[in-house]
Every structure is written in structure tokens, then in C-alpha cells.
């Protein structure tokens, strides 16, 4: 589908910077409709377009919620790329917004202070198994949501995730053992296979926390025009292209 956007195939062309600009600032509006009374933001980076979208809210929500404070952990950097470079480059200008290491976000995990962390680490592309450098973060991520910290009240915890859940196989919802469920999930344009089966019976049992975030599962992203809708079979997705809306509520949860 990406390609398609780039490429103007049922839609007008966009640039891969301009999409990202947008799912980034979309992904924003609906993170600080959710997190209601944070100040204190910490979004994790992966290597791919799903952290640079991560980057983008970065810079949005320290720019709109001028109090905030905001942390960005991006342990690849942008590497060879001028537009992530571009968005390094803009975060750093920003004001309330520093860049931080992986001690200083662990440090950040075990405090249990109020605070919102975002993930935005591995995207729908993701298959196999977390490597380094991401490792320790995700398993306390994970950890954040699992136990006693998964009834924690969201004003003092709350956790976000890009596209879908990171460590998840975008192929299919896990089951069995402890994964990372966020607070709110923002699909980006639509959701991905791996959201088909948030609350299959075949899977077992899903945990309470899994199920809320079925049901306030959110889409974002206003790039779908009636023609992709048709191509891809999305009609259940209420944003279009022209849509003033930048993010809409779409429950996930199988219904009896």
C-alpha cells in the first residue's frame, strides 16, 4: 500500500517524507487525546520508517504540549539517511526535547513515575525474534504491562504503540506467555494482520488488558481515497484522504 501512495496508484503521489510527516503528527493528536494530563514523554525508536514516524510525534507533542517533556531513544540512529538525519535535526531544535541512552531510559522504567512511553520500535514488517539493541527495553516494556503494573491507572502509566504492538509478528496475534500490550494502539492507515486475531478463541483466552485494547484500538493516517478502500478492501476504515479527522476509534474485539 505504501507503495501505491508513493507511487499515486488510485491516489495523488506523495513523498515518503510527507507520508511519515503525516501518520507521525496524526499518531500525535491521538496519543495526547489519550494520555490526558502527561508532561512526561519517552519515545522509542526503532531503525526502519516505523521510528521515524516515532520521531515525528516526538516533535509534535513537545511542540503542541509546550510543558512536556519529552525523551527520544533512538539507539540506530539515522544512519545514511538525509530524511531521518533531517528529523534528528529537528528534534534537537526542539524545545523540552533531549535525546537519551538505553541507562537513562531503564532508569526511567523502574522509577514507576507518571509517565507515557511510546513505542514506536518495530513496524509491520516485523517478523522473528527482538535483537540488540532493543532487548533489555523491550522486555521491561514488556514488563510495564504485565503483573501489578497491568491494572496501574493510565494517568500514571500509559503506553502507546505505532502500527502494531512491538516484538509482535505482524502476522498474527502471540499467545501464551507475557507480551508487550500497550494502552492504546494507533494503526497507521489501517490495521495489519496481526490485529485480525486480537481476541481469537483459537488462541486461548485473551487477557482483560488485550481485550481494552481491542476495543479502543484506534486508525490514523488520512491518505485512503474510495479507489485503495476498493483495491485493498478497507470500506471499515472511516478516514479517507479528505478527512478533517486525523484519527477515529475502530474496535477490534470479536463480537458474539
Keep these: 500500500m505504501d507503495e501505491d501512495l508513493i507511487a499515486g496508484v ?13 501518520a507521525g503528527k496524526n499518531a500525535a493528536t491521538a496519543t495526547l487525546a489519550r494520555a490526558v494530563g502527561h508532561e512526561r514523554f519517552v519515545v522509542l525508536c526503532g531503525p526502519g520508517n ?40 529537528e528534534c534537537r531544535e526542539t524545545r523540552g526535547l533531549t ?32 535483537r540488540a539493541p532493543f532487548v533489555e527495553v523491550m ?14 491507572d493510565e494517568r500514571a502509566l500509559f503506553t502507546v504503540s505505532l502500527d502494531i504492538p512491538s516484538g509482535w509478528n505482524v502476522d498474527g496475534a502471540p499467545s501464551g506467555g507475557e507480551v ?6 494507533i494503526s497507521l492507515t489501517a490495521p495489519k494482520k496481526c490485529c485480525a486475531t486480537f481476541d481469537d478463541p483459537a488462541l486461548g483466552e485473551r487477557t482483560p488488558r ?40 475502530l474496535d ?3 463480537k458474539e
Design 50 to 89: 516505523n521510528g521515524g514516524d516515532g520521531l515525528v510525534l516526538a516533535r509534535e507533542v513537545a511542540t503542541r504540549r509546550e510543558t512536556s517533556e519529552v525523551k527520544v531513544w533512538y539507539p540506530k540512529g539515522p544512519g545514511k539517511s538525509e530524511l531521518y538525519a533531517k528529523l534528528v535535526d
Design 139 to 152: 522486555k521491561k516494556l514488556t514488563a510495564l504491562t504485565n503483573g501489578v503494573c497491568a491494572d496501574l
Design 10 to 22: 488510485g491516489c495523488e503521489a506523495s513523498s515518503l517524507e510527507s507520508l511519515m510527516r503525516t
Design 180 to 185: 508487550f500490550t500497550p494502552n492504546l494502539l
Design 252 to 254: 477490534l474485539s470479536r
Design 210 to 249: 488485550m481485550k481494552r485494547m481491542a476495543q479502543t484500538h484506534v486508525v490514523a493516517g488520512t491518505f485512503l481515497t474510495e479507489e485503495m478502500c476498493e483495491k485493498y478492501g478497507l470500506r471499515a476504515i472511516p478516514l479517507r484522504h479528505d478527512s478533517v479527522e486525523e484519527y477515529a476509534p
Design 99 to 130: 535525546f537519551v541512552d538505553e541507562e537513562e531510559v531503564l532508569k526511567m522504567m523502574d522509577a514507576r513515575e507518571t509517565r507515557c512511553f511510546v513505542d514506536a520500535m518495530f513496524g509491520f514488517s516485523f517478523r522473528g525474534e527482538v
